[in-house]
């Protein structure tokens, strides 16, 4: 699995995975409207895509054909990853390892990181929150992004040790 920055000319490729996942968004919303084109609080997925790309808070893993088996971006800002999927096409832990893996080393690990979930038993999504929790993600609250519920988890700093 290779690591590389998501590139404008990657837009369609994103795009198509993310619409892997309207299914699961669709069993909470039946109207993707607001997820894709935002509301008073969220930009568009579109603005958003090329916000993170000209950030370099997006990225991509690929196989070995350069084939894309995810993404995930991230807000160094805010210290949090911002998107997170893997293909259905795809080993979901070898490409959710090495998207998390390198979403890590991005962010501050001192901090609080947070991702939002949706909340869906379909089988793929369990394997985000399976993922995450093996990364000491845990739940913390629920929230509402661009108008589908989802589960906000958070990763603390591990402790320091006092003698």
């Given at each position: 699995m290779k690591m590389k920055n998501v590139e404008p000319s990657d837009i369609p490729v994103w795009t198509a995975l993310s619409q892997e996942y309207d299914r699961y968004v669709k069993e909470l919303v039946s109207d993707l409207t607001e997820w894709y084109e935002g509301n008073a609080e969220s930009i568009s997925y579109t603005d958003y895509m090329n916000a993170k790309i000209q950030k370099n808070e997006a990225f991509m893993a690929t196989d070995k054909s350069s084939i894309c088996c995810g993404i995930i971006a991230i807000s160094k800002t805010n210290n949090r990853i911002t998107f997170f999927a893997?293909?259905?096409?795809?080993?979901?832990?070898?490409?959710?390892?090495?998207?998390?893996?390198?979403?890590?080393?991005?962010?501050?690990?001192?901090?609080?990181?947070?991702?939002?979930?949706?909340?869906?038993?379909?089988?793929?999504?369990?394997?985000?929150?399976?993922?995450?929790?093996q990364y000491d993600f845990a739940f913390f609250t629920d929230g509402i992004e661009n108008g589908?519920?989802?589960?906000?988890?958070?990763?603390?700093?591990?402790?320091?040790?006092?003698?």
């Open positions: 893997v293909s259905h096409h795809c080993d979901f832990t070898e490409a959710g390892k090495a998207l998390l893996t390198h979403a890590l080393s991005e962010l501050r690990t001192n901090r609080d990181i947070t991702v939002n979930i949706i909340k869906s038993d379909a089988e793929q999504i369990q394997k985000q929150y399976t993922l995450f929790r589908v519920p989802v589960n906000c988890l958070k990763r603390s700093p591990p402790l320091i040790k006092t003698l």
